[in-house]
């Protein structure tokens, strides 16, 4: 296993839209145990591809404690979610931001899983919320482009600041 490089903003395959993953041989397997590698050394809860440099649409999270939950989505699709309410979120690919947005907290979700054997499963609370993070990754987005306007406005010029040290 080795553990991966994550990309920060603003590197542009943050915005970029994955690709449905159709190769599941040994070489995708490696992956995402590095993706799971790279998650547990990053202590975040979830991690998309994309954020290491990979098109592919395949996601990682794990919400235990110690590392024993540790949970594979390829190709995810959401097919039905409820029960919005404000959360606090941050992104490793967006070090120091926090921000309030809106999320469903209940998800019915199909994805497949690392030999290609697709599943569905229903989510709730910080899962369906990591879920629904992760999935905009995989479609090029960013949880601060949820934010309220004016708040969004405030977040990037802080992101700009940091970034250029002043
Ligand atoms: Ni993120």
Do not use: K
């Not at 603003?10 to 992956?31: C, W």
């Not at 931001?97 to 030999?115: F, S």
């Amino acid at each position: 296993m080795a553990r991966l490089t994550i990309r920060t903003w603003p590197d542009p395959i943050l915005r970029t839209q994955a690709e449905p993953v159709e190769d599941f041989g040994p070489e995708l397997s490696d992956f995402v145990d590095d993706l799971l590698e790279t998650l547990h050394a990053s202590g975040g809860i979830g991690l998309s591809a994309p954020q290491v440099g990979d098109r592919r649409a395949v996601m990682v999270m794990d919400l235990s404690e110690n590392h024993t939950d540790p949970r594979v989505l390829i190709n995810p699709e959401i097919l039905e979610g409820s029960r919005r309410a404000w959360v606090e979120e941050s992104c490793l690919s967006l070090p120091g931001v926090e921000g309030r947005v809106i999320r469903d907290t209940w998800l019915r979700v199909r994805a497949l899983d690392r030999a290609g054997e697709p599943f569905e499963t229903e989510l709730e609370d910080m899962h369906a919320v990591c879920v629904q993070h992760e999935v905009d990754h995989l479609e090029g987005r960013l949880f601060i482009d949820r934010l309220p306007t004016l708040r969004r406005l405030w977040t990037w010029a802080a992101v700009r600041m940091r970034r250029s040290g002043r």
